[in-house]
């Protein structure tokens, strides 16, 4: 069985640094992409970046980008984002998900997220 | 970067249709996904691809593509189908995007 269990949740203080993580298991890790989604409360899901754990190639919405670390730790099959230092507005919920690929078809690439974490909730308050 | 536009919400009659929409440049070369959403919950992937379900999700959820237009049609809601609804796209810079979410109230 396809399982994401993300690390619990988190109560910080503006400044702090943190790392979340997101542990993959009944697949091959290395194989898939993995995303991460912020949810900022009572507001819509936000795309921040992915990371290949084969050879930690990453992308970031420019959103995000400079704002957080995604990496990767494939010899234990979990995927990390990170911040060096906190705001008040990174309270939010935060999801990883896994990447699958359907292929090419009528012209079009097939991308979706099949399986998703529990979500991790982090609050950032002084 | 890269955008996604639904509406924001939407009501459909108990057992009626409902369609939800997503408009994007992305999507003329890459197809969207569908997410459910419930309160206090994780989204969970309703439909992908040209019209592909996901083992587990009814039959009353099908998807279709035009151009820049994907849309996600509920034929027959259910009182369990009230949910947030999003898309996503791949872009051609290798990231993705999401849409701005559809309220979908069954009355």
């Known amino acids: 069985e396809v399982q994401l269990v993300q690390s619990g949740a988190e109560v910080k203080k503006p400044g702090e640094s943190l790392k979340i993580s997101c542990k993959g298991s009944?697949?091959?890790?290395?194989?898939?992409?993995i995303g991460w989604v912020r949810q900022m409360p009572g507001k819509g899901l936000e795309w921040m970046g992915i990371?290949?754990?084969?050879?930690?190639?990453?992308r970031y919405s420019p959103s995000f980008q400079g704002q957080v670390t995604i990496t990767a730790d494939k010899s234990i099959n979990t995927a990390y984002l990170q911040w060096s230092s906190l705001k008040a507005s990174d309270t939010a919920m935060y999801y990883c998900?896994?990447?699958?690929?359907?292929?090419?078809?009528?012209?079009?690439?097939?991308?979706?997220?099949?399986?998703w974490g529990q979500g991790t909730l982090v609050t950032v308050s002084s | 970067s890269s955008e996604l536009t639904q509406d924001p919400a939407v009501s459909v009659a108990l057992g009626q249709t409902v369609r939800i929409t997503c408009q994007g440049d992305?999507?003329?070369?890459?197809?969207a996904s569908w997410y459910q959403q419930k309160p206090g919950q994780a989204p969970v992937l309703v439909m992908y691809?040209?019209?592909n379900r996901p083992s587990g999700i009814p039959d009353r959820f099908s998807g279709s593509n035009s151009g820049n237009t994907a849309s996600l049609t509920i034929t027959g809601a259910q009182a369990e189908d009230e949910a947030d609804y999003y898309c996503?796209?791949?872009?051609?810079?290798?990231?993705?995007?999401f849409g701005t979410g559809t309220k979908v109230t069954v009355l």
């Open positions: 998900a896994r990447r699958n690929y359907g292929g090419i078809s009528e012209r079009m690439g097939e991308y979706y997220f099949d399986y």
């Open positions: 009944g697949y091959t890790f290395t194989n898939y992409w």
């Open positions: 990371i290949y754990p084969g050879d930690s190639d990453t």
């Open positions: 992305s999507l003329r070369n890459y197809y």
């Open positions: 691809g040209k019209n």
């Open positions: 996503n796209s791949r872009d051609s810079s290798g990231n993705h995007v």
